[in-house]
Nanobody
Framework: QVQLVESGGGLVQPGGSLRLSCAAS????????MGWYRQAPGKQRELVAV??????????DYADFVKGRFTVSRDNDKDTVDLQMNSLNPEDTGVYYC?????????WGQGTQVAVSS
């Protein structure tokens, strides 16, 4: 089992920045992905950014709508995965969920609200 707790959401003006953090705990054996999804009001949950955990090196994938603006990173010592969000716009509003795949099972955090508005 893996437990995930997000933090860092809030209200920000267009053009501003936020940093989301996800603290993971539990059994990490077989971990293959860590990252972030989001769900805007009235829309389906969608991928934002994910780190594919390789044997020797990790590589990250980003949704087209966040490339160049968001950066996903993980800290193995602290067991966290963060999402740095810059140049935010109102379309980035939604609930952001931390996500982990372990032994082909998906684990989700409870979500943190991000609102981009003037």
């Amino acid at each position: 089992q893996v437990q995930l707790v997000e933090s860092g959401g809030g209200l920000v003006q267009p053009g501003g920045s936020l940093r989301l953090s996800c603290a993971a705990s539990g059994n990490f054996f077989g971990l293959s992905q860590m990252g972030w999804y989001r769900q805007a009001p009235g829309k389906q949950r969608e991928l934002v950014a994910v780190i594919n955990i390789g044997r020797d090196v990790d590589y990250s994938d980003y949704a087209d709508f966040v490339k160049g603006r968001f950066t996903v990173s993980r800290d193995n010592d602290k067991d966290t995965v963060d999402l740095q969000m810059n140049s935010l716009n109102p379309e980035d509003t939604g609930v952001y969920y931390c996500y982990v795949k372990r032994l082909n099972k998906d684990y989700w955090g409870q979500g943190t609200q991000v609102a981009v508005s003037s």
